[in-house]
């Protein structure tokens, strides 16, 4: 198990250079370095010249880097062109406002998911099965901005029940008023996006219920004359139920490459809508640590999905 | 996917399967054809596309991007513009003609390329096996595991004198990789074949056999795949318009017109900017894979024909 685990972890560390190289080679097609900002009419573009020696910006191309890497390590990913201030402390109040929209959107996900493909799977070909084969292919086929941009206008404009933008409400205070204005401010987005990233949960569960079913154990469980029930609960479900385990990881990947357009239609202030206003203001130091950092997590996501299956699947570790 | 439709399926196409021998294909339209919804939608498709790319013909490019901002904002029905127009003054019926055009147009660009790209790797991939689909395969995975969507919205902000085809090629850099894993594992089944065996035997060459023989077999599921990668890759186009880094500002396109409901002034008062444009991209997206679902279903029948 921790050598799967070890092995996993070892195939991932080229993929984090290359992904490192690769950022870093986008962020100097991007124009504008860290003194633009700071230029008037008045500077001396010769003093400028110096800072930028100063700065190293004249070094070669893997001397930079090799700082680059070096002052990631330390946890510094520069500072923002336009804000002035550390990148990190930028990203870190934006990313908290994303964890709680990613969070929310998973526990309503799955509470969802679950429902709908243990129904789907024991009910096959009947009319709840093919309920939520529509939902499904509807939320599959459609681009989710659709969504979010249909349920603002419904619920958050025309009948006026969650508010159409920020992660709270300026007039909140107290601890509960604080919180409660931040749940009231998630639910719209966080359900929107919960529903949409059903489709993947609900497939594996429905086609493992639909597979097993037919399986020999359950034969022979059903002659021993095991109640229909018990069947169905001990045996189908707690096989049925691990391979979502391991979508855990995609369904946290996905939400983050998806948090890019939920919070721009929603104005939530989290890092995608970050990268968005950056790429607007031309804040380069801070896109290229969120493209890092999106990297990083998807990376992180993956890993986590196969360790899930490697542990709860002992058939992937002997391979 | 339904087990059982499966089933009566495969009897139907058994029972015409003895009376004349149809093709792959054949077999495929006629079960599009009996299916009534994916029929309905597979006219709306042609209707979509007569209107759009009929009406760009009639219509001058310069002069539905044209500015007149005396005109902007009619509502729907008013000043002879049917739809309205928007901050510009543009008719919004021709914008929405010559916006899906060309939201089509790139959702077709791309398909062509990522199809092509992915098929030739997967088949090389697939049908070598070995040393060459490791190599491949890394960097298959590594491409997943990139963030698409933030790379493509930079890339598209600082390529210089940038044009549609950069976004095609944009969008295209991270979406073959799908086809190609999807071929891939297909012609890797198909490998160990009796005929492909067979005509090893016999010394074919490895590029005749990829092309003439192996290529034949899947030619449904590039069919399929290709009908669901062009809904999908105008599902990307019209996302990245939306949040404003898809094609050159003078161009119209699908995404653009929805982007109208970035602001909170137009969702409440002025639903004729967004509003069809999001009802058309809805029914093109459900029609495209409703035909795309039905495809392979009828896929699956002829498959265990075989």
């Not at chain 1, 529903?195 to 597979?211: E, F, M, N």
């Not at chain 1, 640590?289 to 002997?318: C, E, H, K, W, Y």
């Not at chain 2, 760009?56 to 513009?81: C, M, P, Q, R």
Request: with cysteine; proline share 5%.
């Amino acid at each position: 198990m921790w050598k799967t685990v070890l092995r996993r972890i070892l195939i991932m560390i080229p993929q984090l250079i290359i992904l490192s190289i690769l950022v870093f080679f986008l962020a100097k097609m991007m124009p504008g370095d860290p003194f633009s900002g700071q230029i008037n009419p008045n500077t001396d573009p010769k003093q400028i010249e110096a800072l930028k020696r100063a700065a190293g910006l004249y070094d070669p191309v893997p001397v930079q880097y090799a700082r680059w890497v070096g002052n990631l390590f330390k946890g510094d990913l520069g500072t923002s062109y336009i804000q002035h201030v550390p990148v990190t402390s930028l990203i870190a109040d934006r990313a908290v406002n994303t964890f709680w929209l990613s969070l929310f959107s998973t526990v309503i996900s799955y509470s969802i998911a679950i429902p709908m493909g243990i129904s789907a799977g024991r009910h096959q070909d009947e009319w709840q099965d093919q309920a939520v084969q529509i939902f499904n292919y509807i939320t599959l086929a459609v681009p989710p901005f659709v969504f979010y941009i249909l349920g603002i206008w419904l619920f958050g404009f025309t009948l006026g029940w969650f508010p159409i933008s920020g992660s709270i409400s300026p007039n909140a205070s107290g601890f509960w008023g604080t919180l409660g204005s931040e749940i009231y401010h998630i639910i719209l987005p966080g359900t929107l996006v919960a529903l949409i990233t059903t489709t993947s949960v609900v497939q594996y569960l429905r086609t493992g219920i639909v597979d097993n079913k037919v399986e020999d154990y359950v034969r022979t469980a059903h002659s021993k004359g095991v109640p229909e029930k018990v069947v169905f609960n001990k045996h189908i479900l707690r096989n049925s139920l691990l391979p979502i385990a391991s979508s855990f990881g995609t369904v946290i990947t996905g939400l983050l490459s998806g948090s890019m357009i939920v919070e721009s239609v929603f104005s939530y202030p989290g890092m995608g809508k970050l990268f968005l206003d950056s790429i607007g203001q031309r804040d380069y130091t801070t896109l290229t640590a969120l493209i890092l950092i999106f990297g990083f997590l998807t990376l992180l996501g993956n890993l986590l999905s196969d360790i899930i299956m490697s542990i709860v699947d002992p058939r992937i570790r002997i391979k | 996917m339904t087990e059982n439709k499966k089933g009566t399926l495969t009897k139907k196409a058994k029972k015409e399967k003895v009376s004349s021998p149809t093709s792959g294909f054949r077999v495929i339209v006629r079960e599009v054809v009996k299916d009534k919804i994916a029929l309905t939608a597979f006219i709306l498709i042609v209707l979509i596309l007569l209107l759009t790319f009929g009406g760009s013909l009639f219509l001058n490019a310069d002069k539905v991007s044209e500015t007149n901002i005396i005109d902007a904002y009619y509502s729907w029905g008013t000043a002879g513009h049917f739809l309205g127009t928007d901050d510009g003054g543009r008719d919004i019926v021709n914008l929405l003609i010559m916006g899906s055009r060309n939201s089509i147009l790139i959702g077709l660009g791309v398909t062509v390329i990522c199809e092509s790209v992915g098929l030739l790797v997967g088949l090389i991939s697939g049908y070598y096996g070995g040393y060459i689909d490791a190599v491949i395969m890394r960097i298959v995975d590594f491409i997943q595991v990139l963030p698409a969507m933030p790379i493509e919205i930079v890339l598209v902000s600082v390529i210089p004198h940038y044009t549609p085809l950069n976004l095609v090629l944009i969008i295209s850099f991270f979406g073959w990789t799908s086809t190609a894993r999807y071929f891939r594992a297909f012609v890797l089944s198909q490998r160990e074949r009796d005929y492909v065996l067979a005509s090893k035997t016999s010394g074919s060459s490895d590029l005749k056999i990829m092309f003439r023989e192996v290529l034949p077999n899947i030619t449904s599921m590039v069919i399929i795949d290709v009908v669901l990668m062009i809904a999908g890759n105008i599902g990307i186009e019209t996302t990245l318009e939306y949040i404003g880094y898809g094609l050159p500002p003078t161009i119209p396109s699908l995404g653009t017109l929805i982007g109208f409901a970035n602001d909170p002034v137009n969702v409440v008062s002025r639903p004729w900017l967004w509003l069809p444009a999001t009802i058309l991209l809805l029914v093109i997206s459900l029609s495209i894979n409703y035909v795309g679902r039905a495809l392979s279903r009828a896929g699956d029948a002829r498959q265990r024909e075989n």
